[in-house]
C-alpha cells in the first residue's frame, strides 16, 4: 500500500499557501443590478479572477467568476474568452466573510 500526506506549509512552492485576509464589506450587500468595472487578473480552468473597486470609499478586492458566468453558452476554455489585463464589467453574486471570497 501507499500513502500520500501532503502539508501545504510545510511544502515550498505550490499550493499558494495561506492568503492574507481581505476586507470584503464594502462588496456586502451589494444590489445584484450594480455593475463594476473590473481587470482580469488571472485565469484558471474553472474561471477567472477580477479585481474590482467597490463604489464607495476604493476598496478593491478579487473575486471569482466562474466558467458558467463568463457568458451565456458553452465556454471551453477561459482563456480564449477572457486575457488577463482585459476590462470586464461584472456583478457582485455572493461575499462570504467567513472564507474570504466573493464571487462575481
Known amino acids: 500500500k501507499f500513502g500520500l500526506t501532503m502539508v501545504e506549509s510545510k511544502l515550498s512552492g505550490g499550493g499558494g499557501g495561506a492568503r492574507e485576509p481581505v476586507n470584503l464589506s464594502p462588496f ?3 444590489a445584484s443590478d450594480v455593475w463594476l468595472k473590473g481587470t482580469v487578473v488571472t485565469t ?3 474561471g477567472a479572477f477580477v479585481k474590482v473597486t467597490a463604489p464607495k470609499g476604493g476598496a478593491t478586492a478579487q473575486g471569482l467568476v466562474h466558467i458558467t458566468q463568463i457568458q451565456d453558452g458553452f465556454v ?8 488577463i489585463g482585459q476590462e470586464v464589467q461584472v ?3 455572493s ?3 467567513g472564507a474570504g471570497k ?3
Not at 471551453?76 to 486575457?83: I, K, N
Open 28 to 30: 456586502e450587500g451589494m
Open 44 to 46: 484558471t480552468n474553472f
Open 76 to 83: 471551453e476554455s477561459v482563456a480564449d474568452v477572457l486575457q
Open 91 to 93: 456583478r457582485v453574486t
Open 95 to 97: 461575499v462570504d466573510m
Open 102 to 104: 466573493m464571487s462575481l
